[in-house]
């Protein structure tokens, strides 16, 4: 596909488990972010990647949450010791342009995590 | 911190009929302010952005404003459609960093045929 994809769509945790979120930006695409959507709010911002380095990860919320770019495209969004506070839709945005430049950022789907 | 609020929260208007969403940003570094629409199970996807050196832009009918000195910034959509349905986002740029982007709390707009 053309778009960003994101797995699994859907994830139901036990507290206290670790998970991983995959995304695949659009290829070709430098720069990659990860925000975080809790219900009924606006996206708030994780952390960013140009090609393999995390140029950003002011937005993590502990040191539980882990993400990684390793060879530039696709990334995973790790959560060790998931807790309840951390149920929401993780979504990952990619573009082609990296920073100083303005560029629109194509969202994918997103990873609902339910946290039992 | 910085913010950015949104308002209103919600929006039911007649078809045919237009919206306006309006809002207001803290940082004053911010230079780049999208706007996204989010249907029910999806990703946002962006409508239209207003760059900091510019006062308007329009794209069919789809219209942001930007008050740089008052720092605030405006959707406007004419002659909605049931397809307009959605909830809309505005959002700056944290710190003047592209792609850190802070998101109001959106508006879930409502077009009744």
């Known amino acids: 596909g053309a778009g960003v994809s994101q797995s699994p769509r859907y994830k139901v945790a036990k507290r206290g488990q670790d998970v991983a979120l995959r995304c695949d930006p659009i290829?070709?695409?430098?720069?990659l972010f990860w925000y975080q959507q809790a219900l009924g709010q606006g996206p708030e911002f994780l952390t960013y990647?140009?090609?393999?380095?995390?140029?950003?990860k002011s937005g993590l919320p502990s040191d539980r949450f882990f993400a990684e770019r390793p060879e530039g495209s696709v990334s995973t969004l790790k959560i060790q010791r998931t807790q309840q506070e951390d149920s929401a839709v993780y979504l990952c945005?990619?573009?082609?342009?990296?920073?100083?430049?303005?560029?629109?950022?194509?969202f994918g789907e997103g990873s609902r995590l339910t946290v039992l | 911190g910085e913010n950015v609020e949104q308002h209103p929260s919600t929006l039911s208007v007649q078809e045919g009929d237009s919206a306006v969403i309006k809002c207001t940003y803290s940082?004053?570094?911010?230079?780049?302010f999208p706007w996204y629409k989010q249907e029910l199970g999806k990703g946002p996807q962006l409508i239209i952005d207003?760059?900091?050196?510019?006062g308007e832009k329009k794209d069919q009918r789809i219209a942001v404003t930007l008050n740089k000195t008052a720092k605030h910034f405006s959707l406007h959509i004419t002659e909605t459609q049931p397809e307009d349905s959605a909830v809309y986002f505005c959002?700056?740029?944290?710190?003047?960093?592209?792609?850190?982007?802070?998101f109001g709390a959106g508006t879930q707009v409502v077009v009744t045929p």
């Open positions: 959002a700056a740029t944290q710190g003047g960093s592209w792609g850190k982007l802070q």
């Open positions: 990647f140009q090609n393999e380095a995390q140029l950003d």
């Open positions: 940082d004053s570094a911010s230079n780049y």
């Open positions: 290829s070709g695409h430098v720069s």
């Open positions: 207003i760059r900091s050196n510019v």
């Open positions: 945005a990619s573009s082609s342009t990296g920073t100083a430049n303005t560029g629109e950022l194509f």
